[in-house]
């Protein structure tokens, strides 16, 4: 764990405290465990934040699960006294439950690699010790900073259909026009491209940090053996880098699952384009357009279940590498 | 590896090297651009889209219409960021400080239990936290008996939300930052019998400025633009976020309204651009935890 931390505050709790009325009191240890003056000390900092997070993360999960559990739809009171798990059968029956299903895992899966690939390319570049470095860094990051409603708007006017730049571009070599937003067959792999366009740089960042930790006598042995660059990266430098993948993945997947801003903003509605429906989208519209609330906490806490499929072992991977 | 290490074919490599990176510019900045000049042109389709209005085509007035359109919801977004920004970041130091700097056993549970809270997907909350706010603690009924606006009760309740669903992000940042920290100085503090209230607002809190920096700029550009909280909590009207009405400009699959939209776009993200190129480093800190 926390090795060099621990081991010199348990060394420092060791020795004795001077009080300032002169007196001399044994400090408690750590391995005494629960009820050290160093914990007692320590609620008042971190309770009432954890309180409040506590209460609106897992209070409302567990509240939500209960929900989910009863038939409740419009603005009827919930009736909590016959619990079962009807929502989540009839979800497994729902068509438009399974295509959502299916796309949020097609979304999730495309989004996260292509991000990851970009990212690497475009940080392994940057890397070069090139001029400028922190103006191609900033740009390529900038996305990042932006509102999804606001690059929503940038891509609608891009994939537009007849003068967006996209369907210009491909016209020149002679394909299209398409309708990227309007075709169901479509929309989901625009969506796809718009997103890696706003998040690769996020996934830059994260390679960056991980390529500046590679000592340089790495790269200098794999040049002296004479690799070329391409095999030194592959055979060298990309091994090291599965940290930062780990954590850049985990990022990328889970917002793959969430990603409602976006599609909602691509028509200004809880209906986005016909063909990009994912399970985050869904979930919002039986719950606020079809009133379906039972349905909804249903979807949310399945949404949650893949959520903690993906966070849970990078969780504990981060608490055995000691990251925590 | 940040000292250069020539390449061999050198010269010609670089140029390649250079041409690759200023092209991803290109691929980066161009929406931006093409949005940019749609909110210049009278007539949207005048032109191609990355080409500046033709002579006598340039106009303001899409810049015009946005900006009295959205200029409710900016100041909506304003009155929401900063205090929820602010109170996030103090919520996320003072955990990360009890579970850091202050040191005992089970703390990595806690510590977990926060970290976690950063990836739920808000669509297994959504429908209690609406129920919280509408029935529970109503709260734009509450401010309605002090003479105010319900609508200023819908930005309170969604001040708290996001302040609650941020703690856990930016309590990691402050723990990453804490966790280097040299203890010698707490050491020797306590030593002298400081207290760990004393500790915390003499030591850590003036230590803490830079990451205090990076957890702002990084809180206040993920509150700025949210669209999910603020679309179920207050809802288009008159408390609505700027990020409400920009997703409602203009017919989305026409070209109708384009130059609208693109201006509005740009309006609705100024404040964010503005702090990008001021504080860009600190929010790629942010944004690498």
């Known amino acids: 764990m926390r090795g060099k931390l621990a081991t010199f505050v348990r060394r420092a709790l060791r020795r004795k405290r001077a009080r300032t009325d002169g007196g001399e009191v044994a400090t408690t240890s750590r391995s005494e465990g629960f009820l050290s003056d160093e914990f007692t000390s320590s609620l008042p900092y971190w309770l009432p934040p954890f309180v409040l997070m506590g209460l609106a993360v897992y209070g409302a999960i567990v509240w939500n699960f209960f929900l989910s559990l009863t038939n409740t739809t419009g603005f009827a009171v919930p009736n909590y006294a016959n619990l079962d798990f009807e929502m989540y059968t009839r979800a497994f029956g729902d068509p438009v439950f399974l295509g959502a299903l299916q796309n949020t895992f097609a979304l999730l899966i495309a989004f996260t690699l292509l991000c990851l690939v970009v990212g690497m390319l475009v940080a392994i570049l940057v890397d070069q010790g090139i001029r400028y470095e922190n103006t191609f860094r900033t740009i390529y990051l900038l996305p990042m900073a932006l509102s999804f409603v606001v690059t929503a708007q940038f891509w609608l006017w891009m994939y537009n259909e007849q003068n967006g730049l996209i369907n210009i571009i491909l016209g020149v070599v002679g394909l299209g026009p398409y309708e990227w937003i309007a075709n169901p067959q479509l929309v989901l792999g625009a969506v796809v491209f718009a997103l890696i366009w706003q998040f690769s740089g996020y996934a830059m960042v994260v390679y960056l940090a991980g390529l500046r930790a590679i000592p340089t006598e790495q790269f200098e042995a794999a040049r002296v053996d004479g690799a070329s660059t391409l095999r030194m990266y592959w055979r060298v430098i990309v091994p090291q880098l599965k940290g930062a993948t780990i954590s850049a993945s985990v990022v990328l997947m889970v917002f793959a699952l969430k990603a409602f801003d976006f599609l909602y903003s691509l028509t200004g509605s809880y209906y986005p384009p016909k063909g990009s429906d994912i399970l985050a989208t869904m979930m919002v519209r039986q719950a606020f357009v079809a009133n379906n609330r039972a349905y909804a906490a249903a979807i949310g806490i399945m949404l949650f279940a893949l959520a903690l499929v993906i966070i849970a072992p990078y969780l504990l991977y981060q608490y055995r590498a000691g990251e925590l | ?289």
């Open chain 2, 1 to 289: 590896m940040t000292d250069t290490t020539p390449l061999t074919g050198d010269s010609w490599r670089r140029t390649a090297l250079y041409a690759v990176l200023v092209l991803l510019v290109v691929f980066y900045l161009m929406p931006l651009w093409t949005g940019l000049m749609a909110s210049i042109k009278a007539d949207v389709l005048a032109t191609a889209p990355f080409l500046p209005p033709a002579p006598g085509g340039f106009t303001t007035i899409h810049w015009t219409r946005a900006a009295n359109a959205l200029a409710g919801g900016l100041m909506n977004s304003l009155i929401l960021a900063i205090p929820a920004t602010i109170l996030s970041a103090l919520l996320g130091s003072m955990a990360a400080y009890g579970l850091t700097t202050l040191d005992w056993r089970y703390q990595v549970p806690v510590l977990m239990l926060f970290i976690a809270g950063i990836f739920i997907p808000y669509q297994a909350v959504l429908i209690p936290l609406s129920k919280f706010w509408a029935s529970i603690v109503p709260i734009s009924d509450l401010v309605g008996i002090v003479g105010l606006q319900g609508w200023v009760g819908d930005l309170i309740g969604l001040i708290i939300t996001h302040v609650a669903y941020g703690i856990p992000i930016c309590t990691l940042l402050f723990r990453t930052y804490y966790k280097d920290f040299n203890d010698e100085m707490v050491e020797a503090a306590r030593i002298d019998g400081a207290t760990t209230h004393r500790i915390y607002r003499r030591i850590i809190l003036p230590l803490s400025v830079p990451m205090f920096a990076v957890t702002l700029i990084y809180q206040f550009t993920q509150i700025w633009n949210d669209l999910l909280f603020a679309l179920v909590l207050v809802g288009p009207g008159a408390g609505a976020p700027v990020t409400v009405p920009l997703s409602q400009l203009g017919a989305s699959l026409s070209e109708v309204g384009f130059g609208i939209r693109m201006a509005g776009a740009f309006v609705a993200a100024l404040p964010t651009i503005i702090v990008y190129v001021l504080f860009g480093e600190q929010f790629a800190k942010g944004v690498a935890t």
